[in-house]
C-alpha cells in the first residue's frame, strides 16, 4: 500500500529513497478516487513526517491537500449542519 510505503521512507530516512515519494505522491494523484479517507490520511501523515515538499511548491502534493480539506469540510458540513439540533440540558 502506498501509505505504508511513504510511513517506511519516512521512518528510514527520505534521503536514503531519492523519488520514492514522489513516485508515491505522482502514483496516488494518479489513482485518487480509488483511495478511502483512512489511506490519504495515513499518506498525507507519513508524507508531512517525511518533510515532503516542504520549501517547494509541489503541485502533485496540492492535489492530495486539496482532497484532505474535501474529507474535512464533508466532516464539518456533517457536524454542523445535518446532524439535529441540540435539545436543552436538564438538571438531573
Not at 510511513?7 to 536514503?16: D, N, R, T
Not at 529513497?17 to 514522489?22: E, K, N, S
Not at 483512512?38 to 501523515?45: E, F, Q, R, W
Not at 515532503?52 to 464533508?74: A, D, F, K, Q
Request: net charge negative.
Amino acid at each position: 500500500h502506498l501509505s505504508n510505503i511513504a510511513w517506511a521512507v519516512s521512518q528510514l530516512g527520505p534521503e536514503h529513497f531519492p523519488g520514492c515519494l514522489d513516485a508515491v505522491v505522482a502514483e496516488t494523484a494518479r489513482r485518487l478516487t480509488e483511495f478511502d479517507s483512512p489511506s490519504l490520511m495515513m499518506l498525507s501523515d507519513s508524507l508531512f513526517d517525511a518533510k515532503y515538499g516542504v520549501g517547494r511548491n509541489e503541485s502533485l502534493l496540492n492535489v492530495l491537500r486539496s482532497r484532505i480539506m474535501e474529507m474535512g469540510n464533508e466532516l464539518l458540513r456533517i457536524f454542523t449542519d445535518y446532524l439535529p439540533p441540540r435539545r436543552g440540558l436538564c438538571s438531573p
